[in-house]
């Protein structure tokens, strides 16, 4: 299944943003959905993910209590709302489909283009 992250753009430090992952083909509600980010020049790192119920969701220690990852399966569609931003959150923010939760980008494709989120200090 291929998702698709939006929502990115420009914040200030202590504001908040919501990305939505949106999925098309197969029914997204069948896979963890996983959220990552990639600044340049570095790997992309871990953000957080979801099962497929929406009952169980687990985050990297920097986000925990900032972010939250909830799902929409009737829409297809995930979401990552960030509150409290911080400018080292600064980064293109993907979500990709997964058979089971990892912190592992390996383990979850395809990837699609991703959003931007840039948070002004």
């Known amino acids: 299944v291929q998702l698709q992250a939006s929502g990115g753009g420009l914040v200030q430090a202590g504001g908040s943003l919501r990305l939505s992952c949106a999925g098309s083909?197969?029914?997204?509600?069948?896979?963890?959905v996983g959220w990552f980010r990639q600044t340049p020049g570095k790997e992309r790192d871990f953000v957080g993910y979801?099962?497929?119920?929406?009952?169980?969701?687990y985050y990297e220690d920097s986000v925990k209590g900032r972010f939250t990852i909830s799902r929409d399966n009737a829409k297809n569609t995930v979401y990552l709302q960030m509150n409290s931003l911080k400018p080292e959150d600064t980064a293109i923010y993907y979500c990709?489909?997964?058979?089971?939760?990892?912190?592992?980008?390996?383990?979850?494709?395809?990837w699609g283009q991703g959003t931007l989120v840039t948070v002004s200090s």
């Open positions: 083909g197969r029914n997204s509600s069948m896979y963890t």
């Open positions: 979801i099962n497929r119920s929406g009952g169980f969701t």
């Open positions: 990709a489909a997964g058979s089971y939760g990892s912190t592992f980008s390996r383990l979850y494709h395809p």
